[in-house]
C-alpha cells in the first residue's frame, strides 16, 4: 500500500523519545511520504532538521498558524516570506483562521490569512486551511481570493455536505483524518456523498487519533485507520482509496 500523510507535525517534543522508531512504524503501515505544516518561527528549526534527516519521506511546508497569530503577526510574515524566497516548500500551511481557542486576533488572524494566500500565489503553492470553529468563514476568505492556479485542502475537514461542496466546486480538497473514525464525528454522509478525487488523508499527528487510540498520541502509521474507515463507508477497497489519496496529494503538493 502507498500512502501519504498530508498532514503530520512529527517534528513537535511529543516524538522527542521514539521519533526514528515512530517512522519506521510509519513506512511499515505503508506510508511514503508525510507532509509537516508549519506553525511559527519556533517550529521552523525542529521541522528542517527533521526533513533533513528523513530525505525522500519528510517534507517541509511554510506558513503562520492562526493559533500563533498575535499583535506581532506581521513579524512573523515576514519571516515566513523569508523563507519562501530562500527555498521551495512543499505548500504553504497551515494557514487560516481559528475562533476556537481565543477570539481576540480574529481581525488580525483574518488579515494574516489573507496575506498568505496572495503569497502562496506568488510563490505557486497549494495552501493548507485550517478552519476551527470558522469554516463558513474561511470558506467565503478563500472564494473572495480564488483563481484558477489556486488550489488548496480545508485540513482536518468536519463539515456538513453543502460546506463540502462548496469547497468541491472551487477545486479545494477534504482533508480526512480521524475524526471520521469517531461515533460522533459525523462525516459518513459527507465521505458516502463525496468522490475520492475530492479527498485527502492525514493524521494532524500528535493530535486526534482515530478509533481505538481515540485520546492517545497520534502518528502516521495510524492512517491505516482513517483509510479502513473510508474504504467501509465507500464500500471500495482499502487500495483504491490508497491509490487515489495519494494522486490527489501529488496533484496537490507535487509541484
Ligand atoms: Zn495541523
Redesign the pocket.
Known amino acids: 500500500m502507498y500512502l501519504i500523510d498530508s498532514?503530520a507535525?512529527i517534528y513537535l517534543e511529543a516524538f522527542d523519545q521514539d521519533r526514528s522508531e515512530m517512522l519506521n512504524r510509519a513506512v511499515e503501515a505503508g506510508v511514503r511520504r508525510i507532509f509537516m505544516?508549519h506553525i511559527d518561527s519556533l517550529s521552523t528549526e525542529r521541522m528542517l532538521l527533521v526533513e533533513d534527516e528523513n530525505p525522500d519521506l519528510c517534507y517541509a511546508m511554510m506558513g503562520l498558524h492562526p493559533c500563533s497569530v498575535q499583535q506581532d503577526f506581521e513579524k512573523e510574515l515576514l519571516f515566513v516570506e523569508n523563507w519562501l524566497s530562500k527555498r521551495k516548500f512543499a505548500a504553504m500551511g497551515?494557514i487560516g483562521i481559528d475562533l476556537y481557542w481565543d477570539k481576540t486576533y480574529e481581525e488580525q488572524q483574518k488579515e494574516a490569512f489573507i496575506q498568505q494566500i496572495s503569497m502562496a500565489q506568488k510563490y505557486g503553492l497549494s495552501i493548507v486551511i485550517?478552519s476551527r470553529e470558522s469554516l463558513d468563514l474561511t470558506i467565503s476568505t478563500v472564494a473572495s481570493c480564488v483563481n484558477e492556479s489556486l488550489k488548496g485542502v480545508f485540513?482536518c475537514f468536519t463539515g456538513n455536505l453543502s460546506q463540502a461542496s462548496q469547497i468541491i466546486e472551487m477545486g479545494f480538497y477534504l482533508g480526512i483524518g480521524g475524526v471520521a473514525t469517531f461515533k460522533n464525528g459525523g462525516l459518513e454522509e459527507v465521505l458516502l456523498q463525496t468522490p475520492l478525487e475530492h479527498l485527502i488523508i492525514e493524521t494532524?499527528s500528535p493530535y486526534l487519533a482515530p478509533v481505538p487510540y481515540r485520546g492517545k498520541r497520534n502518528e502516521p502509521a495510524y492512517l491505516r485507520q482513517v483509510v479502513q474507515k473510508i474504504a467501509h463507508v465507500k464500500h471500495v477497497s482499502e487500495e483504491d482509496v490508497a491509490r487515489q489519496t495519494s494522486r490527489n496529494v501529488d496533484l496537490l503538493y507535487g509541484r
Do not use: K, M
Request: negative net charge; proline residues 14%; charged residues 30%.
Open positions: 498532514h507535525h505544516p497551515e485550517h485540513h494532524d
